[in-house]
């Protein structure tokens, strides 16, 4: 699967700005995505809309996503370990040898992304991560949680973020992630 390439963007429509085949990020409040035309030519364009509750995992989708393009299958030697990407940010704990809790940051620093503030959405505006795959150019929206756990205010917000944002798109699907442990639907989901 090595025909793939990553970019992302904060703000998107049909028109070109910044970047190459490489990850790069645009930061800019700009409408224009990046140019990812010279990666490979494009014949058709994806854009997936990713839903779900706060710390479902949607961020880690896109880390998954990138590296399921990047690897033939998943890595196993120490030097393949360390080529993955991190799109997104992360954060998690682990627990040393003598049993004690130890946090590990992983990915590039982003003002957008906010692994310091455990419950909280770690997404705080949606962000465009942009790849090719053969010859589609696959736009995942990534978008803050819902259900945030700062309460009804930041929810609304993230709310009309997500619609602010997606309107200017053409959405060819939407991806709900749902936690595997919840055994039915709840108010969010």
Excluded at 39 to 55: D, H, W
Aim: aromatic share 8%.
């Amino acid at each position: 699967m090595s025909s793939s390439s990553y970019s992302t963007s904060s703000r998107s429509s049909s028109s070109s700005s910044s970047s190459s085949c490489s990850y790069s990020s645009d930061e800019s409040d700009s409408h224009e995505s990046p140019d990812v035309s010279a990666c490979n030519s494009r014949t058709s364009r994806a854009n997936i809309l990713l839903l779900g509750e706060t710390g479902v995992g949607k961020s880690t989708f896109v880390n998954g996503f990138i590296n399921y393009l990047r690897f033939d299958e998943m890595p196993k030697k120490s030097e393949d370990v360390k080529r993955i990407m991190w799109a997104v940010p992360m954060s998690f704990s682990l627990l040393d040898n003598n049993y004690k809790q130890v946090s590990v940051t992983v990915g590039p620093s982003d003002k957008n992304e906010n692994v310091e503030d455990a419950g909280a959405s770690v997404t705080q505006s949606p962000k465009v991560h942009v790849f090719n795959a053969h010859e589609t150019e696959i736009h995942l929206i990534d978008t803050p949680g819902i259900g945030d756990t700062r309460g009804y205010d930041y929810d609304r917000a993230n709310f009309d973020q997500i619609i602010d944002f997606v309107k200017d798109y053409e959405l060819h699907g939407i991806c709900m992630l749902l936690k595997p442990n919840n055994a039915r639907l709840n108010v969010f989901f």
